[in-house]
């Protein structure tokens, strides 16, 4: 059976996830910055208030250092979730704000 890895994790420093800039403007790139434990396949979904996926990425992950880019340009100002996968479909969710 395949071990599962976390994307982040509280009590690791050296396995962390942020986001960034948060809170944004609209049309400004987001980035989400986190070390992987494994390389591999990831996602990455945005989620809105009412729940419906607006963006279904899939991203290859390197051992180590990642980042994902967001872009905003289409998006309202609001809350919005960003769920992030790793190897192993561990999740992380973190909470977006666009002005």
């Known amino acids: 059976m395949k ?3 976390p994307v982040a994790s509280i009590d ?7 986001l960034t800039p948060n809170p944004l403007q ?19 979904l945005l989620i809105n208030t009412n729940g419906s996926v607006l963006n279904n990425k899939q991203v ?3 051992k ?5 880019t967001i872009n905003t340009a ?3 100002g609001g809350v919005y979730l960003i ?3 790793d190897t192993g479909l561990q999740a ?3 909470k977006l704000i666009i002005n």
């Open 26 to 44: 609209r049309g400004q790139q987001e980035y989400v910055l986190f070390n992987s434990r494994a390389a591999g396949m990831g996602r990455m």
């Open 60 to 62: 290859s992950l390197v």
């Open 64 to 68: 180590g250092f990642n980042r994902i």
């Open 83 to 85: 769920k992030v996968y």
């Open 92 to 94: 992380k969710t973190l």
């Open 3 to 5: 071990s599962v890895e």
């Open 74 to 76: 289409n998006l309202s």
């Open 12 to 18: 690791d420093p050296q396995h962390f996830i942020i």
